[in-house]
């Protein structure tokens, strides 16, 4: 298991991941119709990278792209950014995300250099808050009715996780 850029070959596998209504139910994006909306999201995810304020990484499990990580927002003066995480619904409960993820923070504590990290999640969202307060996050409030998302009205818990709360429970 590895996070990896996305190329054009992923595209199948994007779409089958993000035209999914459970995948993106919490996520900031609909569902994906076709292979033309993946494709216009892989390039979202180049032109975010180009712009220095994203990286979006797919998780390859036995070959197959199965889910995708992202630090989003990226704000090099406040040491910050957003984390995001997505996988396909066969492999949800495995403990994918919960081994995959430190990689993630690693990188973004030790080599971006970040502070903090946030995470913005409904609080219907199970699955991620188990996943996340494994992780050490903490929460700290709660935004209600924050968006207007596949016809809902979505309340938004924030979460953070400090360079040094990881530093700290790593052992560094
Ligand atoms: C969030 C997500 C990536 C978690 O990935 P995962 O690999 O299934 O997570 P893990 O297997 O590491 O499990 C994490 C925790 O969630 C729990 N969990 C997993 N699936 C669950 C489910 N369907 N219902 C309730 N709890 C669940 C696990 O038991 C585990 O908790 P525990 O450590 O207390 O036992 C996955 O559920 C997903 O892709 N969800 C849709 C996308 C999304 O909402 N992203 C976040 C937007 S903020």
């Known amino acids: 298991m590895c996070f990896r850029w996305l190329t054009e070959n992923d595209l199948p596998a994007l779409q089958k991941i993000f035209s999914q ?11 994906q119709q076709d292979e033309s ?3 216009a ?5 180049r032109d975010g990278f180009a712009s220095g304020d994203l990286y979006q990484w797919g998780l390859e499990y ?8 992202t630090l989003a927002g ?3 003066d406040n040491h910050h950014a957003e984390i995001g995480f997505a996988l396909s619904p066969e492999y949800w409960g495995k403990g994918l995300m919960r081994r995959a993820i430190p990689a993630v923070l690693g990188f973004a504590f030790e080599r971006l250099g970040l502070r903090r990290i946030t995470a913005d999640v ?8 188990r996943l996340l307060a ?7 409030g709660l935004l209600r009715q924050r968006y207007e998302h596949m016809g ?10 400090l360079r040094d709360d990881w530093t700290r429970d790593n052992g560094f």
């Not at 409904?122 to 808050?129: E, G, I, K």
């Not at 494994?134 to 700290?140: D, K, P, R, S, V």
């Not at 809902?152 to 996780?161: F, K, R």
């Open 41 to 45: 999201y892989l390039q979202s995810i």
């Open 62 to 69: 036995r070959g197959d792209i199965v889910g995708t990580s």
């Open 37 to 39: 909306q993946a494709r």
């Open 122 to 129: 409904d609080p219907r969202n199970t699955p991620s808050l």
């Open 152 to 161: 809902e009205i979505q309340d938004a818990l924030i979460l953070g996780l």
């Open 21 to 31: 209504p459970q995948v993106v139910r919490f996520m900031s994006t609909e569902p």
């Open 134 to 140: 494994a992780l050490g996050f903490q929460e700290e």
């Open 74 to 76: 990226i704000e090099r």
